[in-house]
């Protein structure tokens, strides 16, 4: 939308001069930003807006503007206020908590910077109804600041066609790197399922979709589990996203790129656009990823019935010490899974009623998905398995001589972690791993062999395929002189 871009630039610095008045305002008169929202208008404009009746105020407003965009205003700079009020009200409790402490211990407190007020304001502007008009058909009606008086522009748009029933909000006029878009709000009215008990209750059980997020191997894994009244609970489906080492391969290049060039910049000031290329390209990039993988969990999780959407509460998470590119590489990545849970939240609520909870991640990875007994955790070395007691891997080994993927099993987990909340003892059961079949067979295990044609297999691959069914049981052979020292304990399985 490129008409009278002038205009367009002069209607948005006019509305940022606005809001820097009223958060000016609020600030000197901070009682005002806590009554209720009804009353927001009416506390504020006797002080700020002249009438007939009414022509002396203690702050006059000192701009021309309609009483809708003046309102739009007024809800951004209350908006900003708050937030700097709640920042500023934990910077405080901070002050006295470390200041106690330096106390205790007879030193001087070393207190943090205070946040401050915004000092410079380039919101969007919001276009109440009387802003706009005849929103027909890819064209509207505008009213703009010229810079001298207001005026009614009609630029032509293009929009995406939807059906009747999401419902149209107000525009948001957006200039962003010189390009001037126009953005909507698009509601949905979509049937609440009910409360999760009343669920249970009504259907006799409940089918959640657990969804493991992983740094590397699978980005993420979910499982389909479905309970019965009785609390036992049966996997009807598995889901394994792959293109997480690719991304963190693409990611690293791009920070690595980054830091090569400032590197050769003699300044050691951050410029405020150095790389901007680059930096827009990172930014896209994770925000594609996190819209790919969600999309994927959301639809498999409603294509299978779940109602609800299970992840782990995964938060202080601290990338290790290293260079710039790796560890910024490591810092991004738990940032892109708080964006898969958070788009996976917004697009399954919004699109099916599907409700997102999330449950702690103690014991997930260590713990067997059916018999909650401690595992082992290893990896695949050409013709062997390693397992050691406190190491990592994509593998995982049960004291029944059962070997499972370590991401998927963490997923049966965290099902059956939330559905612990309305059963007493959820027990998980599948065909190959029921009362008749837990003692281990070399038969067995000679059949998955046969199907590599006797040759070392990827043991990966079978444990995510369907032919190699849920777990994989092997018989041990003794430790051999290969034992790595230190380590408490350390199992090689030949295959």
């Not at 691959?461 to 052979?477: H, P």
Request: charged share 25%; net charge positive.
């Amino acid at each position: 939308m490129s008409d009278k871009p002038d205009w367009l630039n002069s209607t948005q610095l006019l509305f940022n001069q606005v809001i820097e008045f009223y958060v000016d305002i609020y600030h000197k008169y901070p009682e005002l930003a806590n009554v209720p929202s009804a009353q927001v208008y009416s506390t504020i404009e006797p002080i700020t807006i002249k009438t007939k009746n009414r022509e002396n105020v203690p702050h006059p407003l000192p701009y021309n503007c309609p009483m809708v965009l003046r309102r739009a205003a007024i809800k951004k700079a209350l908006g900003m206020f708050k937030s700097w009020q709640t920042s500023y009200q934990s910077w405080a409790n901070k002050c006295d908590l470390k200041t106690k402490k330096a106390e205790q211990k007879g030193k001087k407190a070393k207190l943090p910077r205070p946040p401050l007020l915004p000092r410079k304001f380039n919101s969007s502007v919001t276009l109440y109804k009387g802003m706009y008009e005849e929103d027909i058909e890819g064209s509207i009606i505008l009213k703009l600041w010229t810079g001298k008086s207001w005026a009614w522009v009609k630029p032509k748009y293009q929009d995406y066609k939807l059906s009747s029933e999401w419902i149209k909000s107000s525009p948001t006029l957006v200039i962003k790197n010189k390009i001037i878009t126009l953005n909507w709000c698009y509601e949905k009215l979509v049937k609440s399922n009910g409360q999760v008990a009343e669920q249970i209750k009504n259907n006799r059980g409940l089918t959640v979709c657990s969804v493991d997020l992983n740094l590397d191997g699978d980005i993420a894994v979910g499982s389909i589990l479905k309970v019965e009244g009785t609390g036992r609970v049966t996997e009807k489906k598995r889901l394994f996203i792959k293109g997480n080492k690719r991304h963190q391969h693409l990611r690293k290049r791009l920070l690595g790129r980054d830091a090569v060039a400032k590197s050769k910049i003699n300044s050691s000031e951050t410029l405020t656009n150095a790389n901007a290329n680059l930096w827009r390209k990172l930014k896209n990039r994770e925000k594609n990823e996190a819209e790919r993988v969600s999309r994927r969990i959301v639809d498999f999780a409603h294509k299978n019935g779940a109602k609800v959407l299970v992840f782990e509460h995964l938060s202080h998470l601290k990338p290790k010490k290293g260079k710039y590119s790796r560890r910024s590489n490591q810092k991004r990545a738990y940032w892109l899974k708080s964006k898969i849970y958070q788009r996976a939240k917004d697009k399954a609520l919004n699109d099916y009623g599907i409700y997102t909870v999330r449950v702690s991640p103690r014991g997930t990875s260590r713990e067997f998905a059916y018999t909650g007994k401690p595992i082992l955790r290893g990896y695949q070395r050409d013709n062997q398995l390693i397992f050691t007691l406190k190491g990592m891997g994509s593998l995982i080994l049960g004291e029944d001589g059962l070997i499972g993927h370590c991401d998927l099993n963490s997923a049966r987990n965290i099902g059956l972690r939330y559905l612990s909340k309305y059963y007493e003892k959820p027990t998980l059961v599948t065909e190959r791993f029921d009362e008749v079949a837990k003692k281990p067979t070399p038969n067995r295990m000679a059949s998955i062999l046969l199907k590599a044609s006797g040759n070392a297999c990827d043991f990966l691959t079978l444990l995510r395929s369907d032919l190699s069914g849920n777990y994989v049981t092997v018989l041990r052979d003794s430790p051999t002189e290969e034992s790595p020292k230190n380590c408490e304990l350390f199992i090689f399985i030949t295959i």
